[in-house]
Nanobody
Framework: QVQFVESGGGSVQPGESLRLSCAAS????????MGWYRQAPGKQRELVAT???????NYADSVKGRFFISRDNAKNMLDLQMNSLKPEDTAVYYC?????????WGQGTQVTVSS
């Protein structure tokens, strides 16, 4: 079955960087539109970044210029490079298809940005 396992989260100070990874199994992500999502405490889950089959990327306005989504076809992994992190980036981050498929949500990885 399809499974996404996110990793790479942690606690950092404002301005620092993190790189998140998503290992996919049961599906070849290169043939799908993939997305990174996040859910902050008390808020709805939101789409942060997407990458198409052709490699085109798109970002939420709140992360544009700071976050970069990429895909490793050989490893079947999706990455999210996050730079210049802000406290408002604090959330649990998930990967999934875009549009999302509810049964594919993994455990996510926690990112906490605080001074």
């Amino acid at each position: 079955q399809v499974q996404f396992v996110e990793s790479g989260g942690g606690s950092v100070q404002p301005g620092e960087s993190l790189r998140l990874s998503c290992a996919a199994s049961g599906i070849n992500i290169r043939f799908n539109v993939m997305g990174w999502y996040r859910q902050a405490p008390g808020k709805q889950r939101e789409l942060v970044a997407t990458i198409t089959r052709a490699g085109s990327t798109n970002y939420a306005d709140s992360v544009k210029g700071r976050f970069f989504i990429s895909r490793d076809n050989a490893k079947n992994m999706l990455d999210l490079q996050m730079n210049s992190l802000k406290p408002e980036d604090t959330a649990v981050y998930y990967c999934n298809l875009n549009p999302q498929v509810g049964v594919y949500w993994g455990q996510g990885t926690q990112v906490t940005v605080s001074s």
